[in-house]
C-alpha cells in the first residue's frame, strides 16, 4: 500500500502493513534514497497515520544503498535561516521514529552515509547487511551533521570516533560498524528484511508498556544522573509491573506455561 507523494510521481517512501508491522521504505533508488525535505515530510505522514494495531516499523530502503544523507541539490539555494529550519524538519520526523508509539528495527544495504545513517541512528535495532557501509562525509562536501548526528551517532559510538569518521573521511565496513556498536547485526547480503521480520515479530510479542518503558524511560535515564536515574527507573518498574499484563505474564511463568530463557 503506498504512501501519497504531494511532490512526486511515485511514492518516496512505500508502506505496507503486515499484521502488527509497518513496513517503511525509502523509494528514490535512482538517487540513492538521498533525503529531501520531501521525503522527510512523507515519512513523517506515514508514521503518523500508523493504524493502532500496529506494534513495531521495519525501516528499509529500495536498490542498493539505503541512503547517500542529504539531498545535495537542496544545499545551494539554502540561506542560514532556511538551513536552521530543515534541520528542525528533519529533528521533528526523527525524533516521532525515536520516541514514537512503537519501535523501529532498521534494515540497511550499501551507504549508509551522512543523513541516511543519522536517519538509521534513530532507530532502536539496526541490521547491516554486509554490503553496508558507514560514513560522515559532510566534511568532503564542505558542511556539517544537520539531521541530529551529532547527537545520535555519538551517543552509539562516541565523539571521538565521530569526529575521527568525520575529519578523515574514514568509511567503516559493516564489520567496523558492529564492532563499534553503530549495529546490533550483521547479515548476508539481501538476508536483512527475514532478519527483521524475525526481531520485529519478537518485539511486537512484548508487553506494550515494557516497550515503552525500553523505548522512552531507557534514554532518558542515560542522561540523568545516577540518583535520578534510579529514582525514574523504580517508577517505570512499578507502573509497568502493575499492568494486568505483566501480572498475567509472570504468572504464566510460574504456572510453567510460559517459554524459559533459551540458551544462546
Ligand atoms: C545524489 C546524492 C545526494 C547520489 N544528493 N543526489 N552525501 C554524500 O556526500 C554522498 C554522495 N553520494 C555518493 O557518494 C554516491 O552517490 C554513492 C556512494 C552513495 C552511490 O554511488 P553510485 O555510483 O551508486 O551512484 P551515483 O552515480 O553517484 O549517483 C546516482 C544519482 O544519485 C546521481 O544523480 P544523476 O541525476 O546523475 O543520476 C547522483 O547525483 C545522485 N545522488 N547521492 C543528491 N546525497 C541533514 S544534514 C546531512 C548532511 C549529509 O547527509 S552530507 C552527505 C551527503
Known sequence: MPASSATSSSPLVLQQLEGATAILE???PDKRNAISLAMVRELDRCIAAL????????????GEHFSAGLDLSEIPDMSAAQGVRHSHAWYQVFDRLQFGRVPVVCVMQGA???GGLELASCAHV???EETAYFGLPEGQRGIFLGGGGSVRVSKLIGFSRVTELMLTGRVYSAAEAFQTGLTHHTVAPGAGMAKARELAARIAGNAEMSNFAIMRALPLIA???MSHGLMTESLMAAITQSEPEAKQRVEAFLAKRAAKVQRA
Open 112 to 114: 549508509v552515509v551522512g
Open 26 to 28: 525509502l523509494n528514490r
Open 223 to 225: 542522561e540523568q544522573p
Open 51 to 62: 493504524p493502532d494495531e500496529i506494534k513495531v516499523i521495519i525501516l528499509t530502503a529500495r
Open 126 to 128: 539496526r541490521i547491516a
